[in-house]
T-cell receptor
Framework: DTGVSQDPRHKITKRGQNVTFRCDPI?????LYWYRQTLGQGPEFLTY????????KSRLLSDRFSAERPKGSFSTLEIQRTEQGDSAMYLC????????????FGQGTRLTVV | QKEVEQNSGPLSVPEGAIASLNCTYS??????FFWYRQYSGKSPELIMS????GDKEDGRFTAQLNKASQYVSLLIRDSQPSDSATYLC???????????FGKGTLLTVNP
């Protein structure tokens, strides 16, 4: 296992289109996080899962954002009707929920909305 | 008070000096604390974790935790130009253990 994998690495889309990102966590990790990061800011929490359960979703998110983690394995993050303000790096991280709970990040998906 | 707060920086130190990065957090019940390094255009990379009060050393890095003061710090000894990056403090907050990040401190090590 080579770590957290995200796909695609880059995405350019037109305003109003829908986009979907995928994250494959480290295989034994049961916790999976999504963050959004813009220039000069720290990662902003979007949502996280423990196994297949979505435990928390940021109140900052509009209804245009949705995430799933079917069967507690990979996860998808969908943004509907994209806006220019959605342009950012979308980061996924995974961890264990007990013991050594360090979270490890994937390489991120850079979204540009034109 | 912000949930996780860091010196905004930027912090500039000469090569070979000690760089000191600070972080405070709002949740007195937090138990797990992490430092990440992030190079420009890259994703965060975990460099230290600390769970107990006191110091934890790993090579040139030392993390310090004071739960009573809700304060965690990172010291980088013998700073190198390759240490130039943004350093992010992260804390598990709340009953759901949401991993929350500070804004980060940009460190520049000058040769």
């Amino acid at each position: 296992d080579t770590g957290v994998s995200q796909d695609p690495r880059h995405k350019i889309t037109k305003r109003g289109q829908n986009v979907t990102f995928r994250c494959d966590p480290i295989s034994e990790h049961n916790r999976l996080y999504w963050y959004r990061q813009t220039l000069g800011q720290g990662p902003e929490f979007l949502t996280y899962f423990q196994n297949e359960a979505q435990l928390e979703k940021s109140r900052l998110l509009s209804d245009r954002f949705s995430a799933e983690r079917p069967k507690g394995s990979f996860s998808t993050l969908e943004i509907q009707r994209t806006e220019q303000g959605d342009s950012a790096m979308y980061l996924c991280a995974s961890s264990l929920s007990t013991g050594r709970t360090e979270a490890f990040f994937g390489q991120g998906t850079r979204l540009t909305v034109v | 008070q912000k949930e996780v707060e860091q010196n905004s920086g930027p912090l500039s130190v000469p090569e070979g000096a000690i760089a000191s990065l600070n972080c405070t957090y709002s949740d007195r019940g937090s138990q797990s604390f992490f430092w990440y390094r992030q190079y420009s255009g890259k994703s965060p990379e975990l460099i230290m974790s600390i769970y107990s009060n006191g110091d934890k050393e790993d090579g040139r890095f030392t993390a310090q935790l004071n739960k009573a003061s809700q304060y965690v710090s990172l010291l980088i000894r013998d700073s190198q130009p390759s240490d130039s990056a943004t350093y992010l403090c992260a804390v598990f907050l709340g009953s759901n253990y949401k991993l929350t990040f500070g804004k980060g401190t940009l460190l520049t090590v000058n040769p």
